[in-house]
């Protein structure tokens, strides 16, 4: 009997891909199917069709803000199957915040959370005492040179949610009222705009990865990111360079590390696959407990389960990574999943630039980005 061979398509990073290959490997011993998996770069993650690529591909791993356009589009298999009720509910209830929930959207599970993140801050412990804990200790590292902080679109428009969000007005999800709040927003697109004006210009082009490797540099100056998505890969020793510990949000509104815009991935079968049973079967297996807890983050990955969160060996290789940034995941905010945001983040994170770059006056980009959020509800 012929081997079941599956396509899988993942983004391209250790982090992304190892865990996939390796958890792959497990599951081919043990079920005799294979996965075989492709990947594309941060950027395509971000924005690519995930049509498209549903067309190619068994098993997709995805970003959140995708189920409302995915969910129009037919192009996913729901994973809330009868047979699997027991399953799904347990992956529910061990999920890291907003992550299981972050897939779900017209009352269907389209992906399975293996992946979470958030926006947190990265620091170096060879240069510096400790992570800062507030938006204006940030403030005055950057006025020495030891910050980067990634600008790249959609990360400008990411750390808008995350200040708005902790200066206690998040973003809409909805159209029940407007997008950013006038004052909440203008105080978020300043904090953005000075930080901006004390690092280096290249922050524009720059996304977390192009942003750790300069950290992780033996001889690089940066000290300090203050919002960037969590990487655990470079907490790991022998990952590159210097090790970068990973510690909660900054504050600069709410006392506690609430309101960051959480991120993560989930995996996603495709509802054009000839073996989409065997698909389903490999998601619920690397999102399970047993595989998050163990094989996931021993191969470099950065598990979606709690299990993967609290375990000791999970923590002791990553300077405590989960540990120390947990509290900043569990209070995420869950960006908008409607079909026509994917339009609105990429416009949107180009009006942020626009302020950043003092092209756009704060109170204009403010009015724009509320206007172009409900038109992005017109489909």
């Given at each position: 009997m012929s081997t079941i061979r599956l396509k899988g398509m993942t983004w391209s990073h250790p982090r992304g891909y190892d865990p996939m290959v390796a958890c792959s490997?497990?599951?081919r011993e043990r079920t005799g199917v294979a996965v075989d998996w492709d990947r594309r770069s941060l950027q395509d993650f971000e924005s690519f069709p995930v049509e498209e690529l549903a067309r190619g591909y068994d098993l997709i791993v995805i970003d959140h803000p995708h189920v409302g356009?995915?969910?129009a589009?037919?192009?996913?298999?729901?994973?809330?199957l009868p047979a699997r009720e027991a399953e799904l509910a347990a992956l529910a209830s061990a999920s890291v915040g907003a992550s299981f929930r972050s897939y779900n959207w017209q009352g269907r599970q389209w992906a399975l959370p293996i992946d979470a993140a958030?926006?947190?801050?990265?620091?170096?412990?060879?240069r510096l005492d400790g992570p800062p804990t507030r938006w204006s200790d940030v403030?005055?590292?950057?006025?020495?040179g030891e910050v980067l902080i990634p600008l790249r679109p959609p990360h400008s428009l990411m750390s808008f949610f995350t200040l708005c969000g902790n200066l206690g007005r998040p973003c809409s999800v909805g159209r029940d009222r407007p997008f950013a709040d006038p004052g909440v927003g203008r105080q978020a697109l300043e904090a953005i705009r000075e930080l901006?004006?004390?690092?280096?210009?290249?922050?524009l082009a720059m996304d977390p990865i192009a942003v750790l490797d300069r950290m992780a540099k033996e001889v690089s100056p940066i000290s300090l990111s203050p919002l960037i998505y969590g990487y655990v890969s470079y907490s790991l020793e022998g990952f590159g360079g210097n090790r970068i510990a990973f510690a909660d949000m900054p504050t600069i509104g709410h006392d506690q590390p609430v309101g960051s815009a959480l991120g993560g991935t989930g995996i996603a079968v495709s509802a054009f696959s000839a073996q989409r049973e065997a698909a389903c079967d490999f998601a619920y297996f690397v999102a399970s407990n047993a595989v998050q807890s163990d094989s996931y983050w021993r191969s470099g990955g950065q598990p979606g389960h709690a299990a993967g969160w609290e375990d000791d060996g999970a923590n002791a290789a990553t300077l405590d990574f989960y540990r120390n940034t947990r509290r900043t995941l569990e209070g995420a905010w869950l960006r908008p999943r409607h079909n026509?945001?994917?339009?609105?983040?990429e416009a949107a994170s180009y009006i942020i630039n626009d302020v950043v770059t003092r092209t756009v006056p704060v109170a204009a980009a403010i009015e724009t980005l509320n206007e172009k959020f409900v038109a992005s509800f017109a489909d």
């Open positions: 490997a497990i599951w356009q995915i969910t589009e037919n192009c996913l298999a729901p994973l809330d958030t926006q947190v801050l990265a620091w170096r412990p060879d403030l005055e590292i950057a006025r020495s901006a004006a004390l690092v280096d210009p290249a922050c026509g945001y994917m339009r609105f983040q």
